[in-house]
C-alpha cells in the first residue's frame, strides 16, 4: 500500500509554470507505475501524464503535450509533473496516482489504485 501527497499548486498566470510534486511514504513506491489527473469544475477527471517505474517511458494527453513534463524520483519516492505555459483551460484540481494493474488502458483510472487528495491548480487569463 501506498499513501501520496500532492503540493506544488496554486495560481498563476497564463504562460506561466507550476510545479507539482507527489510524495509517496512507504517503501514500495518504486513498485508503482505512476500517472497524473486533472479534475476541472464541471468536468470528469481526465488523464494527464504516465510514467513507468523506472522513469524511461512517459505519456502525455494531447492536450498538455509538449508543455508538461512527468518525472520520478524512486529514492526520495516522489513523482512530478512540470507544467509549462500554462493556459486558463489547465484550471483544476491535479491528482496523482499509483497504477497497481499491469494490462489495460493505463489512461483509465480503474488501472488506479491509490490517489493523493489532490492539489489546485487555478491559471488566470
Known amino acids: 500500500q501506498v499513501q501520496l501527497d500532492e503540493s506544488g499548486g496554486g495560481l498563476v498566470q497564463a504562460g506561466g509554470s507550476l510545479r507539482l510534486s507527489c510524495a509517496a511514504s512507504g517503501r514500495t513506491f518504486s513498485s508503482y507505475p505512476m500517472g497524473w489527473f486533472r479534475q476541472a469544475p464541471g468536468k470528469e477527471r481526465e488523464f494527464v501524464a504516465y510514467i513507468n517505474l523506472s522513469g524511461s517511458i512517459t505519456y502525455y494527453a494531447d492536450s498538455v503535450k509538449g508543455r508538461f513534463t512527468i518525472s520520478r524520483d524512486n529514492a526520495e519516492t516522489t513523482v512530478y509533473l512540470q507544467m509549462n505555459s500554462l493556459k486558463p483551460e489547465d484550471t483544476a484540481v491535479y491528482y496523482c496516482?499509483?497504477?497497481?494493474?499491469?494490462?489495460?488502458?493505463?489512461?483509465?483510472?480503474?488501472?488506479?489504485?491509490?490517489w493523493g487528495q489532490g492539489t489546485q491548480v487555478t491559471v488566470s487569463s
Open positions: 496516482a499509483a497504477r497497481i494493474s499491469w494490462t489495460g488502458n493505463f489512461q483509465k483510472q480503474n488501472q488506479y489504485a491509490y
